[in-house]
């Protein structure tokens, strides 16, 4: 396989990290090069059930080496915890297998207060922002007022830089918010503390390891978080992330921006799913909603928060394979509808009274309305199911309608969230 990137097609909690742990397999190095700890990538494998939020999903393989780049949004302190929550389940987590770029910028502790300090402040009118700092941390890295990874190695310069930061940060916390500032002797316990301890995964020298790997011929996977409609460039504006979840950005977000992608998975859920406010064309409600929900157990890996549900969007699919230029698609958690006698699809839009199969510009999703199409179910277990022809053909229908309306193959078929629960169709 050449690199290969694994990305999200629709609003992210597609299933990325489950192909990812499966895939990874073939691949020499795993690369995160976009978002921080907001999302949840949930993996079960032979060493157990794990919730990643920045950790890459190669963290469980031996012999992969695990690369944060540059463009994650690195909390120092998140990362530890969730370093040693994997180590304390029997996962190998040294330098050797995990390398992170020194021109990542650190997620400060004010960023994750600010988080919530909006949200409150936008009450009723909030983005349903996970509160992990995300968007503060972005908005500072484009202003040039983050302090990066690299820095913990310079001591004195990054105690003046940090002062120099705090003094500016803390105008606005008191003077907007009303909040406490933070002090010299708290960021000096920040950094001693878990700064220190992610210090040494950090080194100067992922970029050309990167690229010296692929002149040798090594195998790199590019891992996103979320999906394309939360790209803050493509995706569904303002409700989106702010990173660039799209495939294009991983050589940039991942250390070496020569790098060249093969192959771009993207990873097609069988019905939607969204966290947060926001359009969402496809919405169900009530009992339809709940049960769905119960049966693909839609809550968040981070929050808990009951995700929105409904039927497979693919005016938004269709869209989404295209923002990432998707050269295949893994379709999963086909198995989640297998108690549904009649699946639904959305095909087209009707926005003013006009169909249209064109993912339109974000704010006339506002008055759009789905044209759902209905597709025989096949009411049985299907999460044994280990090849195409062993599916029932009301489930081979539905998969191959997908693909139709998506324009591109679908060469996996994810039949339930364990390693081997999965069809290949190459
Ligand atoms: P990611 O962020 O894209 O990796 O997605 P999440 O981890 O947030 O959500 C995917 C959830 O679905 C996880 O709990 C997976 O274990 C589970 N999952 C993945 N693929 C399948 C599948 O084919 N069937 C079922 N039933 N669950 C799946």
């Not at 993996?43 to 999903?57: M, Q, R």
């Not at 220190?196 to 050309?208: L, M, S, V, Y």
């Not at 119960?294 to 869209?319: C, H, N, Q, S, W």
């Not at 229908?397 to 629960?421: A, C, D, H, K, M």
Request: with cysteine; charged share 25%; glycine share 10%.
């Amino acid at each position: 396989m050449s690199n290969t990137a694994i990305v999200g097609v629709n609003w992210g909690d597609e299933g990325k990290g489950r192909m990812v742990d499966l895939l990874s397999e073939d691949f020499d190095i795993v690369v995160r090069f976009q978002g921080g700890g907001n999302a949840g990538h949930t993996v079960i494998n032979d060493k157990g059930k794990f919730a990643l939020h920045l950790l890459p999903s190669g963290i469980f393989r031996e012999g992969i080496i695990n690369v944060l780049g540059n463009g994650v949004a690195l909390d120092p302190e998140n990362l530890w915890k969730e370093i040693c929550e994997t180590r304390s389940k029997g996962v190998s987590i040294t330098p050797e297998n995990l390398m992170i770029s020194s021109r990542a910028s650190l997620l400060m502790p004010w960023h994750r207060e600010l988080d919530e300090l909006e949200e409150a402040r936008l009450a009723d009118r909030k983005f349903g922002s996970t509160k992990q700092g995300i968007a503060p941390f972005y908005s500072d890295k484009y202003q040039k007022k983050t302090v990066l990874a690299g820095e913990l190695f310079y001591p004195e310069r990054l105690k003046s830089h940090i002062r120099g930061l705090a003094e500016w940060k803390n105008l606005t916390l008191k003077n907007v918010y009303g909040a406490k500032e933070w002090t010299e002797a708290m960021l000096d316990e920040w950094v001693d503390g878990c700064c220190e301890r992610i210090k040494p995964f950090i080194c100067d020298t992922t970029g050309e390891f990167l690229y010296n790997s692929q002149i040798n011929g090594m195998r790199i996977l590019f891992e996103a978080q979320l999906g394309s409609l939360r790209d803050i460039d493509y995706g569904i504006h303002p409700y989106t992330t702010s990173s660039n979840t799209l495939a294009a950005y991983a050589p940039i977000g991942s250390g070496c921006p020569a790098l060249k992608i093969g192959s771009v998975i993207g990873v097609v859920k069988a019905y939607s799913t969204c966290v947060g406010e926001g359009p969402f064309v496809c919405e169900m409600f009530g009992e339809e909603a709940d049960r769905l929900r119960r049966e693909g157990f839609e809550y968040g890996a981070k929050t808990g928060r009951p995700r929105r549900v409904g039927p497979i969007d693919l005016v938004a699919t269709r869209y989404g394979a295209f923002l990432q230029g998707a050269t295949e698609i893994a379709l999963t958690k086909l198995d989640v509808l297998s108690y549904l006698d009649k699946i639904p699809a959305c095909v087209h839009y009707e926005i003013d009274g006009k169909t249209t199969g064109r993912f339109p510009f974000p704010a006339a999703l506002d008055s759009a309305k789905p044209v759902i199409e209905y597709l025989d179910g096949w009411r049985c277990d299907i999460s044994g199911a280990r090849s195409f022809e062993e599916l029932p053909e009301a489930a081979r229908n539905y998969v191959l309608f997908v693909q139709r309306w998506i324009g591109v193959p679908i060469t996996y078929v994810s039949v339930g969230p364990e390693r081997e629960s999965i069809i290949i169709r190459k």
